[in-house]
């Protein structure tokens, strides 16, 4: 690969700063990322360097620049590519440095991460003798306008397979949701496409982006891949992950509008005016209805969930105490969450995921009861079954046991330990006794023959442990109220 293969590179966007066209033809071996003052050691010989100026400063003058490009000139660098994201630019010095010592130099957008020109160049190599990439060139410089113009998926699936008849092919995640398909292809069931790329049919591509977990993860996925050569896939897989690598800024962005609606919607009284100026900037419709998930621990998890049932009108963020919530207009109907998180969950089996969903909220007005009530069905889940992928919807709240799940376990502990005090004492005998006594009069309803018939005894004895249980805890178990007190701190022991 040259120099000029990588400033033609339209998806990459770099600009020039000084080059003459001799060098152009320069090859460059590989790539190496530094912000060492003195690059020498890090740099090998027909290495593209990439550099975040961390190094520099407006204060440092003409020198410590001349120094660094000197390493660079020693070393044997082919180019030198200077990123505009810490100083908003590349500074002057810097230019006249490499100008005098013949390195080239181009300046990298704020918005381009390093890592997509390591892999564009890895890319390349990758691709044949010489640098010639795997696709034919008409086929890649189509691909990379794409990438540039901000193209969706399915746009670069149909340009990168239009010169081979475009057959049938897929973006995937690992949960089972099609991101994109080519434009004659079969529309995949997620039930079906979930295990298709793991059934042994067709091809699968993994789409390699490093940073990208569990629920992230892309793969191609070819039914018929025919005689298109494993090199052309791994290219085109390649482009793929630099697409989604792209999408990470409008994430960010996204993500950060949305926790500004949560803290909006948690901090109490918003302001009408500032909550619908918040679910605009979210791509929210400010008149609702909306419908309200919380999620933990990984908020990824729940992005992924949120694609399956709305690929648009959803807004995904963290509230303040690091809880992930979703906002979702909900005009049409969707999957049943339900039917959705098993899927997602099965993504990374050994961390169970746990969602909570509140009622519908009709407009903006009731959005922050329903993210109470989602936030308190997300704890309950928890706590109940912290070990198991979970659903907890609010609505499923019908009883006092499913209600006092949602309290934090310390809260529910310190209350039973004050209400039952030494009944729980776990080295005590008889306040065992006296506990289960207490347990099966309550569950017969305060019935002292039924309580007497179940455990065996003489109704007397009942009697007796009953009086016990109600001088232990100071309560009167012929008072409703009492009743239930020892029925909920029954309830809230932590086994």
């Known amino acids: 690969m040259h120099i000029a293969h990588l400033l033609r590179d339209e998806s990459l966007g770099l600009r020039p700063l000084w080059c003459e066209d001799t060098m152009l033809g320069r090859e460059i071996s590989g790539v190496t990322a530094t912000d060492l003052a003195d690059p020498a050691r890090s740099v090998r010989p027909g290495e ?40 908003g630019g590349v500074p002057d010095d810097l230019v006249h440095a490499c100008r005098r010592y013949a390195v080239p130099v181009a300046a990298v ?35 990379n306008r794409l990438l540039a113009e901000g193209a969706a998926p399915a746009a670069l699936l149909n340009a990168a397979f239009a010169h081979l008849d475009r057959p049938a092919a897929y973006l995937l995640t690992a949960s089972g949701r099609t991101v994109a398909a080519t434009t004659d292809a079969v529309r995949l069931p997620m039930d079906v496409s979930v295990d298709l790329p793991m059934d042994g049919t067709g091809v699968t591509v993994p789409v390699d982006v490093a940073e990208a977990g569990p629920y992230e993860r892309l793969r191609l996925y070819l039914p018929e891949p025919a005689d298109i050569p494993p090199r052309e896939l791994q290219e085109i897989a390649a482009i793929l992950a630099t697409w989604q690598r792209s999408g990470a800024g409008h994430r960010a962005a996204a993500y950060e509008a949305a926790s500004a609606l949560g803290a909006l919607l948690t901090g109490g009284g918003a302001d009408p005016f500032a909550l619908r100026a918040a679910l605009l900037a979210c791509g929210l419709p400010p008149q609702g209805p909306y419908e309200v998930i919380t999620a933990a621990p990984d908020r990824s998890a729940l992005a992924e969930a949120v694609a399956h049932l709305r690929p648009g009108g959803a807004a995904l963020g963290g509230l303040p105490d690091g809880t992930a919530f979703a906002v979702l207009a909900a005009e049409q109907p969707t999957e049943p969450l339900a039917e959705i998180w098993p899927l997602v ?29 989602a936030r308190y069905a997300l704890a309950s889940g928890r706590n109940a079954a912290p070990g198991t992928s979970s659903v907890t919807d609010a609505a499923g709240f019908t009883g006092l046991a499913a209600l006092l799940t949602g309290i934090p376990e310390e809260v529910r502990a310190a209350y039973s330990h004050t ?27 305060g019935s002292w023959a039924r309580a007497a018939e179940e455990l065996h005894l003489h109704v007397n004895t009942v009697h007796y442990r009953i009086g016990r249980v109600e001088q232990i805890t100071g309560r009167d178990l012929s008072r409703l109220d009492d009743r239930l007190d020892l029925r909920a701190a029954l309830l809230c022991r932590v086994r």
């Open 48 to 87: 593209l360097v990439l550099s975040g100026l961390l190094w520099w400063t407006p204060d440092d003058g003409p020198a410590k620049a001349e120094r660094f490009v000197s390493a660079l000139r020693t070393a044997g660098a082919a180019a030198l590519l200077a990123g505009e994201k810490t100083h």
């Open 109 to 143: 957008p704020a918005h381009v991460m390093f890592r997509t020109i390591t892999d564009s160049v890895q890319l390349r190599q990758r691709g044949g003798q010489g640098g010639r990439p795997a696709l034919p060139e008409p086929a890649r410089e189509r691909l």
């Open 345 to 373: 969950a099965a993504c990374d089996p050994s961390r169970p995921q746990h969602a909570g969903t509140g009622p519908r909220a009709d407009g903006p007005e009731d959005l922050n009861g329903a993210l109470s009530q």
């Open 419 to 445: 209400v039952l005090g030494s009944l729980l004492a776990a080295d005590n005998a008889s306040s065992a006794v006296l506990l289960q006594t207490l347990e099966t009069f309550l569950a017969r309803d």
